[in-house]
């Protein structure tokens, strides 16, 4: 199983930016892909949750009417739209994969949010 994030980079406060994470290696139907984010030193937290199913949850208070979760079931990808970008949120964003109740993580993208 292969998770791999793309899309980070630096921006100025109130810009956007796009994430993508793509899974592959797996066959099962059933699963859900997360994007957690960490800045060094703290603990690594959960940004927002797609499930296969259609279900998107899991917003982070701070992130809410900004972040947007999506998802190509096809495609086996999840993604992450960020708007309105703020220092705040500069960080390593990593994408989380779970199927059958294992995890499976991305390297992380770092996303930099500064003038």
């Known amino acids: 199983v292969k998770v791999v994030e793309s899309g980070g980079g630096w921006v100025q406060p109130g810009g956007s930016l796009r994430l993508s994470c793509e899974a592959s290696?797996?066959?099962?139907?059933?699963?859900?892909m997360s994007w957690y984010r960490q800045v060094s030193g703290k603990e690594r937290e959960l940004v927002a949750t797609a499930t296969s199913s259609g279900v998107f949850r899991d917003y982070l208070d701070s992130v809410k009417g900004r972040f947007t979760i999506s998802r190509d079931l096809y495609k086996k990808m999840v993604y992450l739209q960020m708007n309105s970008l703020k220092p705040e949120d500069t960080a390593v964003y990593f994408c989380?994969?779970?199927?059958?109740?294992?995890?499976?993580w991305g390297q992380g993208t770092q996303v930099t949010v500064s003038s």
């Open positions: 989380k994969l779970r199927v059958l109740n294992n995890d499976y």
């Open positions: 290696g797996f066959t099962f139907a059933n699963y859900a």
